[in-house]
């Protein structure tokens, strides 16, 4: 699993059990995995904010076009471009 996602989980475990206490007894498991499926869908939209991001500064920067994230969206910059 990615750090990032584990770093989320802890951090949302630590907050769960300060407002609660602890979780009901049996539900560890399976609050675990919801955790996970969110936190893990949570990079993913991460990674794909940050891609649209790069377009639209890649864009204003170097190309001196102003666009949205909606044009950026249909967009691919290459890997020259990004760096």
């Given at each position: 699993?990615?750090?990032?996602?584990?770093?989320?989980?802890?951090?949302?475990?630590a907050?769960?059990?300060?407002?609660?206490?602890?979780?009901?007894?049996?539900?560890?498991?399976?609050?675990?995995?919801?955790?996970?499926?969110?936190?893990?869908?949570?990079?993913?939209?991460?990674?794909?904010?940050?891609?649209?991001?790069?377009?639209?500064n890649?864009?204003?920067?170097?190309?001196r076009?102003?666009?949205?994230?909606?044009?950026?969206?249909?967009?691919?910059?290459?890997?020259?471009?990004?760096?």
């Open positions: 699993m990615h750090y990032i996602v584990i770093e989320i989980i802890n951090t949302f475990f907050y769960v059990c300060r407002i609660k206490n602890k979780l009901e007894e049996g539900t560890e498991a399976a609050a675990e995995l919801v955790i996970t499926k969110a936190c893990r869908k949570l990079v993913v939209d991460l990674h794909y904010e940050g891609r649209l991001q790069c377009i639209v890649c864009h204003r920067a170097i190309l076009e102003k666009i949205t994230k909606d044009d950026a969206r249909t967009l691919q910059l290459t890997r020259d471009e990004y760096i």
